[in-house]
Structures are given as structure tokens and as C-alpha cells.
């Protein structure tokens, strides 16, 4: 066990982003097509846009997000008067057939603000792709003759080992939902939304390592692989209408112990802890009252049973439920409820006008 402190996430963060912009793989037709693309950006009339354009394309077609970064300031206070020249003419001569005698502050005022706009964009294309194109020619020349070798490799990142349990499971799952042929986006974006959800770790703290794990609800499949990433369960079971990515996550990772289920009728298979996510508290009290005894008769004896439930009293479930004309539960009630079946129960906040009830079979 290390005795470093955790890392800071945010610095973590900036450093995963600034290897995954710059890429693994350095070759020169890779770096020219980067600096191509910055060119080209930089040179359109999307002004303040620049950047994420250039920073979503270099992650999309997993070129340098550095060099394109870079080469997108082309449109600089020094060069965009010299630009915006070229954009004017051209687009001149292509909606004319002819350019301007000549382009000042009198031409501009006779053509007009919305003039010279619509010349500027109609020829920003071509002068974008002529300025692309000589970037490209110029950078993949210049690397191809000072370069020993025609690929290298940069470092990747890695998370460090000193890293928090849950932060390597939340890799883990994402590698796992969103394997790299298909994209680099989507797993990140899987990643961020684990790693800075609160939820599982406040789970695992409560449900004790049951031997079997059941979750129902949205994206009770993702959170099953979670859990079960971080060593909490044996084998989970879940229950979700969402659950293509995690099936597939799952019969990719045998060694996981996961069965997963969409069909919202079929039966509950019988668990040590039972997490109930769906929004009880948004139907109809009868349809509450069947949903919950499902949810009882799953959880074995000895077992535990934990539901998110929004309450009455003030937010967001609240407002919800009052805009659909429905009145919501306390948390008291819900704790009587399940009291009545032989658990003993704890209430938690957890934010929003929601709450946990954490019952134990007694």
C-alpha cells in the first residue's frame, strides 16, 4: 500500500486531456494533417469558436489537438487583416465573377457590413483549404526530412497506483462499456460520469460485501459492473431497461459473475442486497405499493434493501411530483412501510429532495 496521498482529480484530469489531445501514435503525415486542420479552422469566420471546433475534431479523428490548437491562431490580430482580405476577394470573384478594384474603408463602406460578411464567408472556404493545404506540404516535407524514422510513440497516460479504488474501477467500466475501436468520446464521457457520481462508494459502503447483488432501474447494469469492479459483490444481477452496452460489457468479461435483464416484467432472482433505483416515487401509489413488494420478496433473509426515493418537503422530486398532480411520500412513511415487513431501516439524504432507505431484514 502506498503511503503517497490520493491524487487531486482536477490535476489528473488536465493531464489525462493534455496526452489524450497530443495522442499515442507521431508520424509525419499525422502531424501535418493537425496542423492542417488548425489552418483550416482558424481561417472560417467562426469567430470565439476556434478551439472546441479544432479540440473535437482532434478527438474524433484522434489526430494532435496541440499542433491543431496552435495552428488555429492563425487568425491572429497580425495575420486576420491579410486573411480577412483574401476571404473578401474571393468571395468576391466567386459571387461576382470578379474581386474588388480594390478593398479599404471606403469599399467597405460601399459594399456594406452585410456585404463584406457574405463575401467573407462565401470565400473563407477556399482560402481556408488553400492555406490547409500549403500547411500540410510544408509540415509533412519539414518532418519527413528531419525525423529519424517514420513513427514514434508517446507515452500514454495511466492512472497512478496510488489512485483511489474507485477511480480504477470507474476505468475499468468504461473500458468495458465503451471499448476504444469504438470511440475514444464515448469512453470518456463514461469515465467523467463515473468517477464524479457519489453514488457507488456510498453504496458499497452500506451494503456489507453480499455474496449476491441485485440493482434495478436506469443504468442498474452500469452501476452493477461498478460495484462489482470494486470488489463489493460476488455476482450482481440487474434489471434494466437500458441494457444493451452492459449485456455486451458483460459477456465481453466472464470473469465478471453478471447476469443482466431488460424485460421490466420478468422476475426478481433472490439477492443478499437489493438496490432499487427506479423512481418509485413517481407512480401511482398502488403501482408504489406492487413495485415495492416485488422488491421485498427478492431480498433474502438476513438481506438488505436499499431504495432511492424522492420525498415530500422541498425539491426537485417534489416540484416534479406536484406539477403531475401526485403528492409524494416522507421518509418516514417509506421507513413504516418497509418497518411493517420485518426490516429495520436508516434514512439518508442524498441531495435534490432525495433519499436513501437503507432496511435489513431482521
Known sequence: MSDEPPPKLWREELTRAYVELRGSRVTPLRGAVSVALGLWVGSIPAFGLHTPIVLALCLWL??????????????????????LYGEVQMGAYVLTGAPLDHFDVQAARDTGVSGVILYAFAGSPFVATGIAALGLMVVYGYLSAYRDGPTATRRTYAL???????????????????????GRTRFQVTRIEL???????????????????????PKSARAALALLELGVANAA??????AEAAAAAAARSPALAMQVEANPDAPLP??????????????????????LRRAVDAVSPQGRLLLQVYTSGRGLGTLLSRLRGRRLRSAAAWADRLEADGFTTEITRAGLGRVLICATRS
Open 62 to 83: 484522434r489526430l494532435d489537438g496541440l499542433l491543431a490548437w496552435v495552428a488555429s491562431n492563425v487568425s491572429n490580430p497580425a495575420f486576420a487583416p491579410f486573411l
Open 195 to 217: 468517477v464524479t457520481d457519489p453514488a457507488p462508494e456510498r453504496w458499497a459502503k452500506w451494503l456489507a460485501s453480499p455474496d449476491r447483488l441485485g440493482i434495478v432501474g
Open 160 to 182: 497512478p497506483a496510488h489512485a483511489p479504488a474507485w477511480w480504477h474501477a470507474a476505468e475499468r467500466v468504461a473500458a468495458r462499456l465503451a471499448p476504444e475501436e469504438e
Open 237 to 242: 444481477w440487474a434489471l434494466d431497461p437500458e
Open 270 to 291: 433472490s439477492a443478499d442486497a437489493l438496490l432499487w433505483l427506479e423512481a418509485l416515487s413517481s407512480r401511482p401509489l398502488a403501482e408504489q405499493e406492487a413495485l
